[in-house]
DNA sequence: GGACCAGATGTGACCGGTAACATAGCCATG
DNA sequence: CATGGCTATGTTACCGGTCACATCTGGTCC
């Protein structure tokens, strides 16, 4: 039968309505024998009790949104695939809203949309947010436990998740300046994202700690984060910086993308220019040569975010925001050649 | 104020909630003034209409359920990627059930939590799907639109939509047949995937239409279709077919993962041995070589799945399970030689 | 001027659960 | 044997919307 209520099931076992509600709930102090005619009775009737109704009386949803871009992309698909395995553990469901690049208004809109559902927590992945003084993000914080990820918008109440950048930028050019590089040029990503700004931040925290001082010829902005763009940057920076011997691309396709380049100028990486990239996508290992990256634990970030949210639910303390950065380590492969003093050609 | 109802709105628009329903609706004949002045309460009182309860009244959630793999696989993300835009368009939300890799029962689980939150249509995108005879599933079925995804299950009454598997591992199979090559091993997924045993037939349809006869010693399958077992894999046929000429892998990082092995042994790519793979994931394309492979339109998939549901929610029509197949086209790029008589070594 | 009609608004029930409280039956206890 | 307390179950209100229908107002028409 479709659309049985729990008053259905209740007649039928010819009980009370809440001695229903009390099995299902598995509720103290319902007789064996009650028990089993009940079940018997849901069984019949196929009934499914309804989250939608226990939602409503209960004023409790379990459920979090993340609001993401484009889960297509890996690393959002990570963060989104940590954020569901530790929201599930924790018995909640996660609504995903993920955003299409280059619709307009489309936060804003899921944003409204998630707080209509009652999630208990929300998750905002999104770089490059456009609702640093929105009122309705304002708003979203003051209801619920908000996680802002990957975000440099500074919303007191809200917690904060997101990749050490900066420290993962600094320690891919400091190992490069270990490896005797003294010209290293950088393929940064869009720098409205705030990690592009971060990393290039921490690449010229690594150009300073090495003695090396910083040349605006060698820093190549990109549009996006993709393969063609770190092909076209290559040559650009060739180009420009013909002596260079060594690339920090801000992400592994970027770092692909300027090695086909290389390539297809005639040029060997890692012996006559060395690359380092960002992010250990998993084909980074398996290309040749395995790349040298700073990987970003993305798992982690969503699990940690979804954590958070957890927690604050379950103590209900108003407290103010929380900042968190995980370490984005160095993976040592083979894209870097050492110096030792020898310049190239 | 927090958790107002339409009901406050109501008292302090001095109107009635059934007015403050229409305002919000948008429905005809209110006047300007009144709904200034309900429009006016909402934004005192920071109302947030509640999804739960309109649910509860209309009976329609407006939600499509989906359950898949791990989401933080690539393919699956990307199905997920474009059901989500699909079901947005059409003004659902989409709630998204990823499972972990080992867990049990995690799909019933699953299914039984969207089907009480009454989703309106279920994507179920899991291979190796156990729920065959499960009454569960023809459950699920019977209530709301089902679309099963890549899927062997025939279950009378759901849709069905999958990547033409065994076209492509034939198309992939002859290419390389007309390439003159006449020892083309394979290494296939694990074969309790239904997509491994179809690419597998169609390699063997492959082999047939070029007129060569299979050899099992040169099908080599693994336990998953990840870089490391691609490079074992290929080690073993090369062991025991050392005079293989090409290598149809049935996934991208399997065929990346050989390519690997096949250089650790000196050789070359395509020179001594062709390689095709399957799935054109984004590295692919600028991999050295560029890879030959068979694309998989997985976002193509899920948004079709989510265009099914939709249309079959709209028809309201219990109409009996369609079956799409999505080509899945060869994208020729540079790890495949023509052989031209001329025998290798 | 009364009947009629359409537009604007209000009333009460209902969706399917949960929560708080009420009640009935039973046993122990002094 | 009356009292009390515990267990099993029932009753009723309520969560926050929507729906069907009722009511009120003013204008039009004959």
Redesign the interface.
């Known amino acids: 039968m479709?659309g049985a209520t729990i008053r259905d099931v209740a007649r039928r076992a010819r009980v009370s309505h809440q001695t229903v509600s009390r099995v299902i709930n598995g509720h103290d102090s319902v007789t064996a024998e009650t028990r089993d005619r009940v079940l018997g009775a849901i069984r019949e009737l196929?009934y499914?009790?309804?989250?939608?109704?226990r939602?409503?009386s209960s004023q409790r949803?379990h459920t979090l949104g993340m609001v993401t871009t484009?889960?297509?992309d890996?690393f959002f698909?990570?963060a989104?695939?940590g954020a569901?395995?530790e929201a599930?553990k924790r018995g909640y469901?996660?609504?995903?809203?993920?955003i299409?690049e280059g619709s307009e208004d489309d936060e804003r809109t899921y944003l409204?949309?998630m707080?209509?559902?009652?999630v208990e927590g929300l998750i905002v992945a999104v770089p490059r947010l456009r609702l640093a003084e929105d009122d309705l993000l304002a708003?979203a914080v003051a209801?619920i436990p908000t996680v802002l990820v990957a975000s440099d918008i500074d919303l007191p109440g809200a917690d904060h998740v997101d990749i050490d950048n900066r420290r993962g930028g600094q320690e891919a050019t400091a190992y490069l300046a270990a490896q005797k590089h003294r010209i290293i040029a950088t393929i940064t990503g869009p720098l409205d994202w705030p990690s592009a700004r971060a990393r290039l931040d921490g690449y010229r925290d690594g150009l300073r700690g090495a003695g090396i001082s910083a040349d605006r010829a060698l820093v190549e902005p990109c549009v996006d984060w993709?393969?063609d763009s770190g092909?076209r940057a290559a040559d650009r920076l060739l180009e420009s910086a013909p002596k260079l011997t060594a690339i920090f691309a801000q992400s592994d396709?970027l770092a692909?993308?300027a090695?086909?380049a290389l390539?297809a100028r005639g040029m060997r990486v890692p012996e006559d220019v060395s690359v380092v990239g960002f992010d250990d996508?998993?084909?980074s290992?398996?290309?040749?040569p395995p790349l040298t990256t700073v990987r970003q634990p993305m798992?982690e970030v969503g699990e940690l975010a979804a954590r958070l949210i957890g927690d604050r639910a379950a103590s209900s303390r108003k407290a103010k925001g929380t900042r968190h950065m995980l370490r984005a380590p160095l993976v040592i492969r083979g894209s870097v050649a050492r110096l030792d003093g020898v310049s190239r050609h």
Do not use: N, Y
Not at 48 to 53: E, G, K, Q, Y
Not at 115 to 118: G, N, Q, S
Not at 285 to 288: E, L, N, Q
């Open positions: 479709k196929e499914v009790p309804s989250a939608v109704a939602s409503l949803t484009d889960v297509s890996h698909a990570e989104v695939a569901e395995a599930r469901f996660l609504i995903i809203g993920s299409e409204r949309l707080l209509e559902r009652r708003d209801r993709g393969l092909r396709l692909l993308g090695i086909a390539r996508i998993p084909v290992s398996v290309f040749d798992r």
